[in-house]
């Protein structure tokens, strides 16, 4: 999947004919990754390339409807998964 130009808001993942924004307001959090998660519970990482008052945002192209995600963020020797705060369903 290709990335290209994102914006700040919305804040949440925003879909359009062409791919998905995603923005999340985590100021603490520098290296925060975009992980899109496969059917076979494989992933692939997108880190959260621009920035703007403390939210990081990232567009990648390909994206569709159902698509599940979550972000990656280091804490301490930890790598941890949590969800969008933004997302508007969840799923197991």
């Known amino acids: 999947m ?3 130009c994102s914006r700040p808001y919305p ?3 925003t879909l359009d004919p062409n791919g998905c924004n995603f923005a999340v307001y985590a100021p603490a959090n520098k290296d925060l990754l975009l992980a899109l998660f496969h059917a ?3 992933y692939e990482t ?3 390339e621009s920035e703007y008052a403390g939210i990081q945002h990232t ?4 994206i569709k409807t ?5 972000f990656i963020v280091q804490h301490g ?3 941890l998964c949590l969800s969008d705060p933004y ?3 969840l799923d197991k």
């Open 11 to 13: 804040l949440g993942a």
């Open 46 to 48: 997108h880190p959260l």
């Open 77 to 79: 020797d930890d790598l």
């Open 66 to 70: 159902g698509q599940k995600y979550g």
């Open 2 to 4: 290709k990335t290209t």
């Open 59 to 62: 567009y990648v192209e390909g």
């Open 87 to 89: 997302a508007k369903a």
């Open 40 to 42: 076979d519970g494989s």
